[in-house]
């Protein structure tokens, strides 16, 4: 089962990101108390993988991802693409790149994360997600159109 791991925010620029149990997403901005979320930005959250994380012998929270995640092979998924977390529903803008803070973790880094840094996604629809929440990927037969809540329960 994919799942929410870690959840981070960034409270101050240039400050490390602070974890968090719980956190509130704002559609079209990002986590409500995240400095980095931004509306109308296609990088309102950061998604990384654990399992990634742990291969490159990384901490969950160290490459400001706002949310860690278990279970699932992010680099597998689409570009608009959405899923649903807890109570938001986020969509996939496109692949995070990584950059040079990646080589300021350990040299070499930001090139051995190519391909695999994680993806960037908007918040379509807000809502409150905690540690342990589900990720469910969402399917929809129209493409375009944003499921309800009783649409998804009635699947």
Do not use: Y
């Amino acid at each position: 089962m994919a799942e929410v791991l870690h959840l981070f925010q960034a409270l101050a620029h240039g400050q490390p990101v602070r974890e968090f149990e719980e956190a509130f997403a704002v559609a079209n901005k990002g986590f409500k108390d995240c400095v980095h979320g931004r509306p109308g930005s296609s990088r309102q959250l950061l998604l990384v993988d654990v399992e990634t994380l742990e291969e490159f012998g990384i901490v969950p929270g160290r490459v400001k991802e706002n949310i860690t995640t278990r279970g699932i092979k992010l680099e597998g998924l689409s570009m608009g693409q959405r899923m649903r977390i807890g109570e938001a529903l986020l969509e996939i803008t496109k692949e995070c790149q990584p950059c040079h803070q990646m080589d300021a973790i350990r040299q070499g880094l930001q090139e051995a994360l190519r391909g695999r840094r994680g993806i960037l996604c908007r918040v379509v629809e807000s809502g409150q997600i905690r540690r342990g929440d589900s990720i469910e990927i969402v399917q929809w037969q129209e493409p375009g159109k944003i499921p309800t809540r009783a649409q998804e329960a009635a699947r």
